[in-house]
């Protein structure tokens, strides 16, 4: 099995954002519970073909389209994709010292290739995970205690 590349991230052009905003809000319709989505697909000589494509690939192309739609620039990881110590601390929007410290304080499964630690992208997601559920959960403490001191909250 071939590694596929991953690529910069896309940024669309005003007039895609237009596109994707009304092609996303008719295939939107079309989400089924099915195994399989069928689109025809037709070029520029008029000829045309029916494609069929799983109903996850299908979820995904309308994600997609409304991401464009807002002018998000998108890009599609593998899951199982490893990133180098850069990449996992832009992700997580903190420094790469930063996120060293938290792999070596065991807080983010991490293996080394020669000398150079990567992360894998599933590990940084359930990391971001679990940090958002805590803080999520620190919120809701906050709001209960400031709730229970009366301070209009």
Excluded: C, W
Excluded at 33 to 59: C, Q
Excluded at 88 to 106: I, Q, T
Excluded at 126 to 146: C, I, P, R, S, T
């Amino acid at each position: 099995m071939s590694a596929i590349p991953v690529r910069e991230p896309i940024t669309p052009t005003e007039q895609e954002m237009n596109l994707a905003e009304i092609s996303s809000r008719v295939l939107a319709q079309y989400i089924k519970n099915k195994d399989a989505r069928s689109i025809k697909i037709i070029d520029d000589s008029d000829s045309s073909e029916v494609v069929e494509i799983p109903n996850i690939a299908f979820r995904l192309l309308v994600d997609i389209l409304v991401h464009i739609s807002k002018g998000d620039a998108i890009t599609i990881r593998p899951i199982h994709q490893e990133l180098t110590t850069q990449e996992a601390a832009d992700l997580l929007n903190v420094s790469r010292p930063f996120l060293v410290k938290l792999l070596e304080e065991g807080k983010m499964p991490f293996h080394k290739v020669g000398t150079h630690r990567r992360v894998l992208f599933k590990d940084l997601l359930e990391f971001k995970h679990k940090h958002q559920q805590e803080q999520d959960k620190n919120m809701d403490e906050l709001v209960a205690l400031a709730q229970e001191m009366d301070l209009g909250y």
